[in-house]
Nanobody
Framework: QVQLVESGGGLVQAGGSLRLSCAAS????????MGWYRETSGNRRELVAG???????NYDDSVKGRFIISRDDAKKTAYLKMNSLKPENTAVYYC????????????????????WGQGTQVTVSS
């Protein structure tokens, strides 16, 4: 019913920048929360940044001042601009969307929770 597709990952040198995009598709009326997580070497996913429908943002301390999360609700897309990248930022980055309101033929609308994209690899070389 809903798909999240990330793009923009790749290989970059330390100090460089990347911009990740997360495009949501489906019969979406609105998305409340969107965010970016990274998967660590221990297969644990950590929140990198989140943004609410009102534009309120939160960041992991390690990326504050370097990463910027934003969203374009008309395009149903979230972005993560990553600046001053460090080798320790290397990870698979996942987009998430929560409290997604979609059109529903039977009910008119219904709310879905906790969707994830497939992930995009970011590699920062020293």
């Amino acid at each position: 019913q809903v798909q999240l597709v990330e793009s923009g990952g790749g290989l970059v040198q330390a100090g460089g920048s990347l911009r990740l995009s997360c495009a949501a598709s489906g019969s979406i009326l609105s998305i409340n929360n969107m965010g970016w997580y990274r998967e660590t070497s221990g297969n644990r996913r950590e929140l990198v940044a989140g943004i609410t429908t009102g534009g309120r943002t939160n960041y992991d301390d390690s990326v504050k001042g370097r990463f910027i999360i934003s969203r374009d609700d008309a395009k149903k897309t979230a972005y993560l601009k990553m600046n001053s990248l460090k080798p320790e930022n290397t990870a698979v980055y996942y987009c998430t969307a929560d409290r997604i309101l979609i059109r529903d033929q039977a009910m008119g609308a219904k709310e879905l929770f906790d969707y994830w994209g497939q992930g995009t690899q970011v590699t920062v070389s020293s």
